[in-house]
């Protein structure tokens, strides 16, 4: 069904801005509750933001709460990242993924997922 590839990410200083995408290749995009997450080296997979369906409910992870902001076109099949006032804590392989019913922002509960794209920060 739908494939998911990451675009966007870079070395980027900190207090800078980026904006990530995600590119679906489906009409039933429209269908899946998509999330972004992310993996630092040495460290588990972790959530980062969700968004339903639609786009009307979004979700955070308290470390970016009121810097990232996740949203999408269904439209487009496209998902997006925008990421500012990035901290070198930020520095990590960055996935998009959907799951087709509700889910909560964990890796285990998403079924589809893109390859990654990579994001440094550092100052």
């Known amino acids: 069904q739908v494939q998911l590839v990451e675009s966007g990410g870079t070395s980027v200083q900190a207090g800078g801005s980026l904006r990530l995408s995600c590119a679906a290749s489906?009409?039933?995009?429209?269908?899946?509750?998509m999330g972004w997450f992310r993996q630092a080296r040495g460290k588990e997979r972790e959530g980062v933001a969700g968004i339903s369906t639609g786009g009307a409910s979004t979700y955070y992870a308290d470390s970016v709460k009121g810097r990232f902001t996740i949203s999408r076109d269904n439209a487009k099949n496209t998902l997006y990242l925008q990421m500012n006032s990035l901290k070198p804590e930020d520095t990590a392989m960055y996935y998009c993924?959907?799951?087709?019913?509700?889910?909560?922002?964990?890796?285990?509960?998403?079924?589809?997922w893109g390859p990654g794209t990579q994001v440094t920060v550092s100052s």
């Open positions: 993924a959907a799951v087709q019913q509700a889910a909560l922002l964990r890796p285990s509960d998403y079924t589809y």
């Open positions: 489906g009409y039933t995009f429209s269908r899946f509750r």
